[in-house]
């Protein structure tokens, strides 16, 4: 099986930008379809992005459309999500996965329910 780790979080101003990391090991990163999640306080933990095992297809949630963008070099082991013009409503855990699923439509990756494994999350606090 895969160990996740991400990594990059932190307190920042709004309209800042961050970039995450998720690193793998155990496993070649490139057999799995990849997704970013976070959970705010108070709040249940939600859907943000999605990057196929080749990285050619994205999806993402519609709040950080324009903003946000995943992507991967398997040969690192390595996701990223970067994200610009962040907002306070963006502060949250950030937690990447990764699935074993393989389906045509990258919006089937949209559910926790898809993925296999998970990372332990990383702060990310967006001050206004």
């Known amino acids: 099986q895969v160990q996740l780790v991400e990594s990059g979080g932190g307190l920042v101003q709004a309209g800042d930008s961050l970039r995450l990391s998720c690193a793998a090991s155990?496993?070649?990163?490139?057999?799995?379809?990849m997704g970013w999640f976070r959970q705010a306080p108070g709040k249940e933990r939600e859907f943000v992005g999605t990057i196929t095992r080749s990285g050619t297809s994205t999806d993402y949630t519609d709040s950080v459309k324009g903003r946000f963008t995943i992507s991967r070099d398997n040969a690192k082991n390595t996701v990223y999500l970067q994200m610009n013009s962040l907002k306070p409503e963006d502060t949250a855990v950030y937690y990447c996965a990764a699935s074993t699923r393989l389906y045509l439509l990258t919006s089937r990756y949209r559910a926790e329910s898809m993925y296999d494994y998970w990372g332990q999350g990383t702060q990310v606090t967006v001050s206004s």
């Open positions: 155990g496993r070649a990163l490139s057999i799995y379809t």
